[in-house]
């Protein structure tokens, strides 16, 4: 397969989900090793996993850690399709901006921990607040504006201005990562008792708590938008 890294994975997320419908992988069956999927597909690991992940966020396939991924639908589920597909696609692999998240505001809520005053941990708490209301007004694009505000305060009292840069040039990026995670309506709540527990960690000047807390959100705000990804810490799946 040719062509960016993208448009190798969604092609490959195509030939395999053609192979699901064909009975070639049925449901309930256990999808080969990484390496020999590759090679069969014909693409790199890397765009491979790109792939799985997708298919993960679609429900056609789950993994387990420790035994492999399984095929658990021929279809994409409903709740899925109802998700809009990733506008940057063309540029910007999803998984990416999530890994990237995850690894840049990890370190961000560590450095808050440190630094944090009163006002600002308020500050936090009524941002909480009134995403949350406007989740229960089904008010989403405020919600996830708000939620795009919260990350951006704890970025900016880290005090490290290279990652605020950084995170700054990919604004309109890094909102839209923030909105997808709206669409799953079952899990839409959960955003709020994550950032609550941020909020708790860095009231309490605990900064491994912190990050931990950071990167267990992201993970699972990446999920809710159709995005696995590995992290090493089995204990979150």
Same mark, same amino acid.
């Given at each position: 397969?040719?062509?960016?890294?993208?448009?190798?994975?969604?092609?490959?997320? @195509?030939?395999?989900?053609?192979?699901?419908?064909?009975?070639?992988?049925?449901?309930?069956?256990?999808?080969? %090793?990484? $390496?020999? =999927?590759?090679?069969?597909?014909?693409?790199?690991?890397?765009?491979?996993?790109?792939?799985?992940?997708?298919?993960?966020?679609?429900?056609?396939?789950?993994?387990?850690?420790?035994?492999?991924?399984?095929?658990?639908?021929?279809?994409?589920?409903?709740?899925?399709?109802?998700?809009?597909?990733?506008?940057?696609?063309?540029?910007?692999?999803?998984?990416?901006?999530?890994?990237?998240?995850?690894?840049?505001?990890?370190?961000?809520?560590?450095?808050?921990? =440190?630094?944090? @005053?009163?006002? /600002?941990?308020?500050?936090?708490?009524?941002?909480?607040?009134?995403?949350? $209301?406007?989740?229960?007004?089904?008010?989403?694009? /405020?919600? @996830?504006?708000?939620?795009?505000?919260?990350?951006?305060?704890?970025?900016?009292?880290?005090?490290?201005?290279?990652?605020?840069?950084?995170? $700054?040039?990919? %604004?309109?990026?890094? $909102? /839209? @990562?923030?909105?997808?995670?709206?669409?799953?309506?079952?899990?839409?709540?959960?955003?709020?008792? /994550?950032?609550?527990?941020?909020?708790?960690?860095?009231?309490?000047?605990?900064?491994?708590?912190?990050?931990?807390?950071?990167?267990?959100?992201?993970?699972? %705000?990446?999920?809710?938008?159709?995005?696995?990804?590995?992290?090493?810490?089995?204990?979150?799946?």
């Amino acid at each position: 397969m040719t062509g960016s890294s993208s448009s190798v994975a969604n092609q490959a997320v @195509s030939l395999i989900q053609q192979w699901v419908r064909d009975g070639i992988f049925p449901v309930g069956t256990l999808l080969p %090793a990484q $390496r020999e =999927l590759a090679a069969k597909v014909g693409i790199s690991r890397a765009s491979l996993r790109e792939a799985i992940s997708t298919l993960q966020g679609m429900g056609v396939v789950m993994a387990r850690p420790g035994k492999g991924v399984y095929v658990t639908a021929v279809s994409p589920t409903a709740e899925a399709q109802a998700t809009p597909p990733w506008r940057f696609a063309a540029t910007h692999s999803l998984i990416d901006i999530y890994q990237l998240r995850f690894a840049l505001e990890g370190l961000t809520a560590r450095l808050a921990a =440190l630094a944090i @005053s009163t006002d /600002e941990i308020e500050e936090l708490r009524q941002n909480a607040a009134t995403m949350q $209301r406007a989740i229960e007004a089904d008010a989403y694009d /405020e919600a @996830s504006q708000l939620d795009y505000e919260f990350h951006t305060l704890i970025v900016t009292v880290s005090g490290n201005q290279v990652i605020r840069e950084i995170l $700054r040039e990919s %604004a309109e990026v890094m $909102r /839209e @990562s923030q909105r997808l995670p709206y669409y799953r309506r079952g899990a839409r709540n959960a955003t709020f008792t /994550e950032h609550s527990a941020i909020i708790e960690a860095l009231a309490a000047r605990r900064p491994e708590q912190a990050q931990r807390a950071m990167e267990r959100h992201i993970m699972l %705000a990446a999920r809710r938008a159709g995005v696995h990804f590995p992290t090493g810490d089995e204990k979150d799946d």
